[in-house]
């Protein structure tokens, strides 16, 4: 059974950072790519960034170029999110997702596993 566990999730001022780990289980974790979705209250779920499966590709929205970074360490089957500068718009729930094709998707429809998300919110 494929498991998706987020973590990192918070309160924090504008400016500041967080970091967002995801465990996975049940899966061979370096085959599939991950991505980093969020939602805000009343909005579409929206993508943020994702990284291929060897971590050499990756890929931002351009709302958090620059601010955001992705990483992933198949040894620990873990996917991070370091999120610098962060604003008030960031607020969301943010979701990590695993998809078997090599291709870093933006739409969320396109992944195939999803955690049940961590919440993070930026008080301005």
């Known amino acids: 059974q494929v498991q998706l566990v987020e973590s990192g999730g918070g309160l924090v001022q504008a400016g500041g950072s967080l970091r967002l780990s995801c465990a996975a289980s049940?899966?061979?974790?370096?085959?599939?790519?991950m991505g980093w979705f969020r939602q805000a209250p009343g909005k579409e779920r929206e993508f943020v960034t994702a990284?291929?499966?060897?971590?050499?590709?990756?890929l931002y929205a351009d709302s958090v170029k620059g601010r955001f970074t992705i990483s992933r360490d198949n040894a620990k089957n873990t996917v991070s999110l370091q999120m610098n500068s962060l604003k008030a718009e960031d607020t969301a729930v943010y979701y990590c997702?695993?998809?078997?094709?090599?291709?870093?998707?933006?739409?969320?429809?396109?992944?195939?596993?999803w955690g049940l998300g961590t919440q993070v919110t930026v008080s301005s």
């Open positions: 997702a695993a998809r078997l094709l090599d291709i870093l998707g933006t739409r969320w429809t396109a992944y195939d596993y």
């Open positions: 049940g899966l061979t974790f370096g085959a599939y790519a």
């Open positions: 990284i291929s499966r060897s971590g050499g590709s990756t």
